[in-house]
């Protein structure tokens, strides 16, 4: 078991009946329009609050098939709960995400199954990636009747979901439970399969009738820094640590570089694992920080240490052991957004273990096996989630562009159910690939 | 500090909240911790031949996440022997020889029973008599209680039964299970009625257990109709308050009973002709406290309006309501949305929209979001939209018509001469 609290308790009966019952039922409802899935918020709602909670799920799910999940990871603040119209001075928004967590936590706990397959059509289609995007187009896929193959390259479904979201907010129990709903409709699993090692891409396109390209985001690219093979990269960390609930040799002082969400889960991660000291580097200022404010705060709360404008220049190793992190003074070159280096400025921190989470790499080989487009590891996909290649669609972190959509687990189940409406439609000669 | 001094029929209170005769009025230990904190008098729990009750007598009505909004009964009149309660009485009275009480009898319809009654028990020191002819369950079915509510001819009887043998002052209790509640107040006032009280519960059935498919409450599976009171029917009780008050023919004063929790509630029975109220849900969810912030609230109310006594009161109202064909056609109001303050939650659109008469605009603005307009030309001023709004932010503005008052009734006879 990881150590220390969820983030997020599950409302009371009380709370929930409170809350629902706050619900305005607005009418176009703002909250809808800011959720990426478009789930109908004030009827999920309504649901709860007239004692249907199954109905309450199917209208979550129906829009959201990543819905437990997301009522725990979406940045809610940034999207419906920012939007509900109770953000006033005097009011807080409908606790959205809560609601939505009893709602799904009502069908996993009662072992409620909602949705059925749809009628064989024969059809055959190859899923990359069992993570939220994967997990979405083949749930929608079966629920059209399309048979589904999933080739997933760890040994366990869900992706980030199981393996990187900090467990301390989603517990991989519910984000297996949420890969099983799709299960159940009845998919093949290839799992522990790489496709362009285990299997080659082309056999797929050759085999299936269609393709989606599922795969997410790699790991954390290099810092390029002396001594960098003594870094680790903190998604691996994370998913140690969530599989394992431990992280042995992590010592007492950790340096995490890089200040986005996924630092954020590392410092975290890392304090609760019961290193003392916890420090986050980042060579901008507090402004520039990528982190949601609410994600900032919760590591201000947690104890977290930060320091702002030095860049990392060489990990400082004795023997076999990191002792230090070395590190210059930055600063913004003025009425600029350039950073320049403060020459002669470097300095020592002292530290144990370092941890890089300067963002994700992407998973060229796989994109490039496929023979699809891309700009710079980013697939490019139309709207309908069509890649340059007929009958090869993409969805996911695997089209994450940065400015453009947010790396998000919603996003990637909205994608999931626009690539599998798309390839329905593909599969029925309706549309033609271009 | 206004005076708060009540005379009903000549029955005196230091302030106008009485507790209703209902569960809070059982006993002597009741009434006197009632009366330890303020309430002006009680109407005792009825008096008649002690009955048997049933268990599972009450069920509440929730709307949303409020409890009891209104609530039901299927209890009788008082299950313990008339000498107890005349002892009990008594000692009360002692305690609290200022407070009103006042004892609601029931009995069967004949003249000696009800003198016999009425006799035993002015031996005590009570104030005055209500006649329960409201009991809408269990002893209507016995011929008492509401069975002789629904009978203005009964009524009168009954009252003259109980005039020719009481020595303190006469209220006759109302059901409001009949179509015209003035025909019975009417029948009161014939029999020498020194007041009238109203109203008593409603029939009503609570619910269905949508697992059992058993009524809610039941009774080992069944249930008959029982009576409904509490907030829930305070508009059904001002209007027969406010029906008897301006009717000629009963013209003797009216104690208010209906859905009354707070001093506001107070207020709008004594505006409409009420001379002073009466309280049972209330208590019965919240307790004997609650007449601490009604008297406070009743006091600074009429310190507020500078009003001397709860006299400047009654009936202030009254001729407030008359019938639809003397309103003012030409009176005219509209809805205008405030949008600093709406926080755009559409509710007052869809309502107009599908609801209304489709005159509220969605304008887009800048930000996404839209203006609530409405469009005035085309608002019959039915209130809907302020009535959804959340935040109270649309007013209902009159407009000048230019137009002199009329009425449909001067605007027929004037097409008829
Ligand atoms: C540390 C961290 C924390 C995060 N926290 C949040 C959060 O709180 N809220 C939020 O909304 N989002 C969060 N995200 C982002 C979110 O997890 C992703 O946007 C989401 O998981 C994307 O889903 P996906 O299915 O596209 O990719 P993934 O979840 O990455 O799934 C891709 C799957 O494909 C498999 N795969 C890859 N290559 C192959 C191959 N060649 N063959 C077979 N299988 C392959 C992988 O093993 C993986 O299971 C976080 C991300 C990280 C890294
Ligand atoms: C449980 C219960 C028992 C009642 N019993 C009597 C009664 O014995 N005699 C009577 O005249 N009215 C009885 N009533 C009616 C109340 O006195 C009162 O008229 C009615 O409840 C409306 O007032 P309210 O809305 O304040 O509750 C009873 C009401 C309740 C809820
Ligand atoms: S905006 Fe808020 S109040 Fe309105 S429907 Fe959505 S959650 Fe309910
Ligand atoms: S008052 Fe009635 S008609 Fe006028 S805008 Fe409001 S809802 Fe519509
Ligand atoms: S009901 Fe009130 S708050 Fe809601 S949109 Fe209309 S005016 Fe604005």
């Known amino acids: ?434 | 500090m206004a005076d708060l001094r009540s005379n009903l029929a000549g029955i005196r209170s230091p302030n106008p909240f009485w507790l209703a005769s209902a569960p809070p009025t059982n006993s002597g230990y009741q009434v006197q911790r009632a009366f330890a904190d303020g309430w002006g008098g009680a109407v005792w729990k009825t008096l008649g031949t002690p009955i048997v009750n049933v268990t599972s007598r009450f069920a509440g009505f929730n709307y949303r996440e409020h409890r009891m909004v209104g609530m039901n009964n299927i209890e009788l009149i008082t299950d313990r022997p008339l000498d107890e309660n005349l002892k009990e009485i008594a000692e009360c009275k002692k305690a609290f020889p200022d407070r009103a009480i006042i004892a609601s009898l029931m009995e069967v319809c004949e003249q000696k029973p009800w003198h016999d009654l009425v006799k035993r028990v002015q031996e005590v020191d009570i104030d005055g008599f209500e006649l329960n002819f409201g009991c809408p369950h269990g002893m209507s079915e016995r011929g008492m209680g509401a069975a002789v509510g629904q009978h203005p001819d009964l009524i009168e009887r009954v009252t003259t039964y109980v005039k020719e043998a009481a020595r303190v002052p006469v209220i006759v209790k109302l059901t409001p299970n009949v179509t015209d509640v003035r025909f019975p107040a009417r029948g009161a006032a014939r029999g020498g009625a020194d007041a009238i009280s109203l109203i008593n519960t409603i029939n009503s059935v609570m619910g269905v257990d949508l697992d059992s498919w058993n009524p809610i409450p039941h009774v080992d599976g069944k249930s008959s109709h029982g009576g409904y009171c509490g907030p829930a029917v305070k508009p059904i009780a001002l209007n027969m308050v406010s029906d008897c008050a301006r009717d000629p023919e009963v013209n003797i004063p009216i104690s208010g009973i209906g859905g009354v929790e707070t001093w506001r509630d107070a207020v709008e029975f004594l505006l409409l002709g009420a001379t002073n109220v009466q309280v049972c849900t209330a208590v019965m969810h919240s307790g004997f406290r609650i007449v601490r912030e009604m008297i406070d609230g009743l006091n600074d109310y009429l310190d507020a309006k500078g009003l001397k006594s709860i006299s400047d009161l009654v009936g202030k109202s009254r001729n407030t309501i008359t019938t639809w064909e003397n309103l003012n056609l030409n009176y005219k109001i509209i809805a205008r949305v405030d949008q600093k303050r709406c926080i755009h939650c559409n509710k007052c659109y869809i309502a107009c929209e599908d609801a209304a008469h489709q005159c509220i605009d969605r304008v887009p603005r800048a930000d996404g979001t839209y203006d609530l307009v409405v469009d005035e030309s085309h608002c019959v001023g039915c209130n809907l939209c302020m009535m959804v709004c959340p935040v109270d932010c649309i007013d209902m503005l009159q407009v000048d018509t230019g137009l002199p008052s009329e009425s449909w009734k001067e605007r027929n006879a004037v097409a008829t001469s």
């Open chain 1, 1 to 434: 078991m990881f150590p220390g609290k969820p983030i997020q308790k599950a409302l009371s009966h009380l709370e929930v009946s409170i809350e629902a019952n706050r619900c305005l039922y607005c009418y176009d409802a703002p909250c809808t329009r800011a959720c990426p899935t478009h789930i109908d918020i004030p009827a999920f709602i309504a649901k709860i609050a007239d004692g249907n909670i199954k109905g309450s799920a199917r209208t979550i799910l129906e829009a959201n098939p990543m819905g437990a999940s997301c009522a725990r990871v979406c940045p809610v603040e940034e999207l419906c709960e920012g939007a509900c119209v109770y953000n006033t001075e005097s009011d807080t928004p409908i606790r959205i995400g809560d609601l939505q967590r009893y709602s799904t936590d009502h069908v996993r706990e009662h072992g409620i199954a909602i949705f059925a397959a749809g009628p064989e059509t024969g059809k055959r289609v190859a899923v990359i990636g069992g993570g939220p995007a994967g997990l979405s187009v083949a749930r929608d896929l079966r629920r059209c009747g399309h048979g589904v193959t999933i080739f997933e390259a760890h040994e366990r479904l869900g992706g980030l979901n199981t393996y990187g979201i900090v467990p301390f907010r989603l517990s991989s129990e519910v984000a297996l439970w949420e890969a099983q709903q799709v299960l159940d409709l009845g998919c093949e699993v290839r799992s522990g399969v790489r496709v362009g090692d285990d299997v080659a891409a082309e056999s797929l396109v050759k085999d299936f009738d269609a393709v989606v390209l599922a795969c997410g985001m790699g790991g954390v690219p290099r810092l390029g820094i002396p001594g960098e093979e003594h870094v680790w990269d903190s998604i691996e960390f994370i998913e140690r640590a969530k599989t394992t609930g431990t992280a042995p040799g992590l010592g007492n002082r950790v340096a995490v570089i890089g200040a986005g969400n996924t630092a954020i889960d590392a410092l975290t991660c890392a304090k609760r694992l019961g290193a003392a000291c916890v420090t986050m580097y980042y060579r901008r200022g507090e402004a520039q920080m990528t982190a949601y404010e609410f994600e900032y705060d919760f590591a201000k709360e947690e104890g977290i240490e930060f320091r702002f404008f030095c860049a990392p220049t060489r990990v400082v190793v004795e023997g076999a052991n990191v002792t230090g992190l070395e590190l210059v003074r930055t600063s913004l070159v003025a009425g600029t957004d350039k950073l320049e280096s403060i020459a002669g400025s470097e300095f020592i921190e002292p530290c144990d273990t370092i941890i890089s989470a300067i963002g994700q790499s992407r998973l060229i080989t796989a994109i490039e096996a496929l023979g699809i487009a891309h700009d710079g590891g980013v697939v490019r996909v139309d709207d309908d989630m069509r890649t340059s290649r007929a009958g090869v669609f993409a969805a996911g972190d695997a089209i994450f562009e940065k400015g453009a959509r947010e790396a998000m687990v919603v996003e990637a189940a909205e994608q999931g159910k626009i690539a599998a409406r798309s390839i329905d439609g593909y599969l029925h000669g309706s549309t033609s690939s271009p």
